[in-house]
Antibody
Framework: EVQLVESGGGLVKPGGSLRLSCAAS????????MSWVRQAPGKGLEWVGR??????????DYTAPVKGRFTISRDDSKNTLYLQMNSLKTEDTAVYYC?????????WGQGALVTVSS | DVVMTQSPLSLPVTLGQSASISCRSS???????????LNWFQQRPGQSPRRLIY???NRDSGVPDRFSGSGSGTDFTLKISRVEAEDVGVYYC?????????FGQGTKVEIK
């Protein structure tokens, strides 16, 4: 059974940092392109960024609102995906989902709530 | 970025009746490999998103055949036949042809 379990959410002040983790199981993590998607309270879904598998270069892509502040990384030896969030803003408040969305498959975690507030 | 525009944004439906959601993209979603990477997601209240349809019209594993997708280029439709109570939630179209991937605003389906 595929599982994606996010952790590390919480309350942080504007300008602060937080790191989310996503523990993956049930599939070969090292070959998977992984993504982070967020959802502000009562709002729609927004792609944050993605990381390719090392075999495909291991590169990352980000959306404009988070570029330069957020960093996605992976540790294939631990089957874990990370999202390092720096210089957080109140508008970054959201549930952050770890996901693997391929052509013929789609897996999502339960989400981790990040609240940015003073 | 590709803008995805859904309509309607709210859709009250009667149990057993059909419902359709439209999704339009600001540019063609045909990729260089000839495929069109248009997905539909369902998000039930309090749950994570679940994909229903990929590449316009292909149902994901376990998705009832009451759900169907159609369209091409920039115009797409999700149809729910014989709506059931468990279909209540928000439906999103999402394009994965261009980076960044983008979602529509969401259509809230509720029972009349």
């Amino acid at each position: 059974e595929v599982q994606l379990v996010e952790s590390g959410g919480g309350l942080v002040k504007p300008g602060g940092s937080l790191r989310l983790s996503c523990a993956a199981s049930g599939f070969t993590f090292s070959v998977a392109w992984m993504s982070w998607v967020r959802q502000a309270p009562g709002k729609g879904l927004e792609w944050v960024g993605r990381i390719k598998s090392k075999a495909d270069g291991g590169t990352t892509d980000y959306t404009a609102p988070v570029k330069g502040r957020f960093t996605i990384s992976r540790d294939d030896s631990k089957n874990t995906l990370y999202l390092q969030m720096n210089s957080l803003k109140t508008e970054d408040t959201a549930v952050y989902y770890c996901s693997r969305v391929g052509t013929t498959l789609s897996y999502w975690g339960q989400g981790a709530l990040v609240t940015v507030s003073s | 970025d590709v803008v995805m525009t859904q309509s309607p944004l709210s859709l009250p439906v009667t149990l057993g009746q059909s419902a359709s959601i439209s999704c339009r993209s600001s540019q063609s979603l045909v990729y260089s490999d000839g495929n069109t990477y248009l997905n539909w997601f369902q998000q039930r209240p309090g749950q994570s998103p679940r994909r229903l349809i990929y590449k316009v019209s292909n149902r994901d594993s376990g998705v009832p055949d009451r759900f169907s997708g159609s369209g091409s280029g920039t115009d797409f439709t999700l149809k729910i036949s014989r709506v059931e109570a468990e279909d209540v939630g928000v439906y999103y179209c999402m394009q994965a042809t261009h980076w960044p991937h983008t979602f529509g605003q969401g259509t809230k389906v509720e029972i009349k």
